[in-house]
């Protein structure tokens, strides 16, 4: 016989304010804990040294946590010049440094249009990808050090909010894979003197923003009650879907995963499905003009 579930059925997504020093998975259980929730996830993780938006998805919102992960997203980061170390940022140690030449606003700036657009990206050794079923900052602990093949990425805008003779404060807004550790490194490089990330904050994911989140401290002084009234609905993730409302005969269909007919102009595409107001899953019409499940959402249990 199974271990029955002692926990709650909460299901929503809560934007967390990730402190510094917790890893993406212990700042989730935290969160988890107090709403003594059954399942939970996270979507995208940040590096203990990372502070900043961290959406968390509690019951059925884990079902689109894998969509959230592709979203484009946003941080500010602080890159120190003339160091570098064996993880590219602060927690690694030190393998070379460099003098820093002195740069001019127009030198900086120039540098960073380089790095804007399309571009293939080499993941850094400490990452969480994996080679032969291993995570490589694992095979970088142990001193091993492997091809990477390069990704691509888009750097969609680097603006410099600051610099001193030896730092670089930049805001910038990527695609998804991107690794703000190597883009450091890679603009020190440039200017000839290598970088290291000392500081970095995400600011946004998505259609989600920094300013909407709240921090462990927040979310601890919360009453039962405020705490599952501050949970965004499941669906807000899919905004950019078309919404379709289906009748009760329609819904019963799509619940025993029959296809209906529905007549559309628009070529195949994924769309929400709602019944009586309530959020029922997502749809796929096809071109044949059928409209199919992909994925149903149990709101109720």
Excluded: W
């Excluded at 592709?70 to 570098?84: A, E, F, H, N, S």
């Excluded at 709240?214 to 501050?230: C, V, Y």
């Amino acid at each position: 016989m199974s271990k029955r579930k002692s926990g709650l059925n909460v299901h929503g997504i809560i934007l967390l304010d990730k402190r510094l020093g917790v890893s993406s998975n212990k700042a989730l259980q935290e969160v988890r804990r107090l709403f003594n929730a059954n399942k939970a996830g996270h979507t995208g993780s940040l590096d203990p040294l990372a502070t900043g938006l961290l959406p968390l998805c509690f019951g059925e919102a884990t079902k689109v946590s894998a969509l959230m992960l592709d979203d484009d997203k946003r941080y500010q980061v602080t890159v120190k010049l003339g160091i570098m170390t064996d993880t590219g940022d602060a927690e690694g140690q030190i393998i070379e440094t460099k003098p820093v030449p002195l740069l001019t606003l127009e030198q900086i700036e120039s540098c960073l249009k380089k790095f804007t657009g399309e571009q293939a990206q080499v993941p850094p050794m400490y990452s969480a990808l994996k080679h032969n079923g291993k995570k490589l900052y694992e095979l970088a602990r142990d001193g091993i050090t492997i091809e990477r093949e390069p990704r691509n990425i888009t750097i969609y805008e680097i603006n410099l909010l600051e610099f001193t003779p030896d730092t670089l404060t930049l805001d910038v807004a990527c695609s998804k894979g991107t690794y703000i550790r190597s883009l450091a490194e890679d603009i020190g490089h440039d200017l000839g003197c290598g970088g290291t990330v000392t500081a970095l904050r995400r600011t946004q994911a998505g259609q989600f923003h920094l300013h909407e989140a709240k921090t462990i401290e927040q979310l601890n002084a919360m009453t039962s009650e405020e705490l599952h009234a501050s949970l965004i609905a499941v669906d807000k993730p899919l905004e950019n879907l078309q919404a379709i409302h289906l009748t009760p005969q329609q819904a019963t269909a799509i619940r025993y995963g029959q296809a209906i007919d529905f007549e559309t102009n628009e070529t195949k595409q994924n769309v929400r499905l709602y019944a009586e107001k309530s959020f029922l899953g997502l749809g796929e019409i096809g071109l044949n003009a059928k409209l199919t499940v992909v994925r149903l959402f149990n709101l109720d249990g």
